[in-house]
């Protein structure tokens, strides 16, 4: 017996008034918009036979994990493997144009398709489908909630669609707590199906720090 399936949830909005490339950096929690955003997502997976639940250490993603647990009363486990992705830029200006123009970082922006500024896309696909995989196996029933965070999230969706990994990051689908869902077919991971619970809170939502 393997879990159903396993809903890759990503955290809400992060309180981030400098406006920083916040990355693995400690202490950014959500905001007051992200909490909320949280317990719609929680909400939206109440229909769901939601036995287990994952999170990266993260504060932000404990935090919204901790409606999901509190709605199912279940507990939270830490997993260090679907983590935000490490990046050089982290605690630095979201002024990208001013990054471009120093010279001593041009060095990080020779291959974006690696990419040369943080963690490779291989490496985070790397650790994220074994974190996935087994979640999936060695849960006996229900479903399984991961919440983690964008770039990790969207690179087992690229993967598993078996589509290349460098993509450009303005056009990823995983807006704040989405949650996109995968099952076992065959033996094989596929995606099932995606959704943004908080929805109504996107238009006016600050979606900026991520790597």
């Not at 943080?118 to 991961?146: K, N, S, W």
Request: hydrophobic content about 40%; proline content about 8%.
């Amino acid at each position: 017996m393997v879990a159903r399936a396993v809903h890759l949830v990503r955290h809400g909005e992060v309180h981030n008034p400098a406006g920083v490339v916040y990355g693995r950096l400690p202490g950014f929690r959500l905001s007051e918009r992200g909490e909320a955003m949280a317990a719609m997502t929680a909400e939206g997976l109440a229909p769901l036979p939601v036995t287990r639940l994952i999170a990266s250490p993260m504060l932000r993603t404990q935090q919204s994990a901790q409606p999901i647990a509190d709605r199912f009363g279940i507990e939270i486990e830490t997993d260090e493997r679907v983590v935000e992705a490490w990046n050089r830029f982290e605690g630095r200006s979201l002024a990208w144009r001013s990054l471009v123009r120093s010279p001593k970082d041009w060095r990080l922006f020779a291959n974006p398709g690696r990419p040369s500024w943080g963690e490779p896309f291989t490496d985070v696909v790397q650790r994220m489908r074994p974190a996935v995989m087994e979640a999936l196996r060695t849960t006996p029933d229900g479903d399984v909630v991961i919440v983690s965070h964008q770039l990790p999230i969207w690179m087992v969706h690229r993967s598993v669609a078996r589509k290349p990994l460098a993509t450009d990051p303005r056009h990823r689908r995983c807006a704040l707590s989405s949650v996109t869902s995968f099952a076992l077919q065959g033996g094989r991971l596929v995606e099932t199906g995606y959704r943004d619970p908080a929805a109504p809170l996107l238009a006016g939502a600050v979606d900026r720090g991520a790597t």
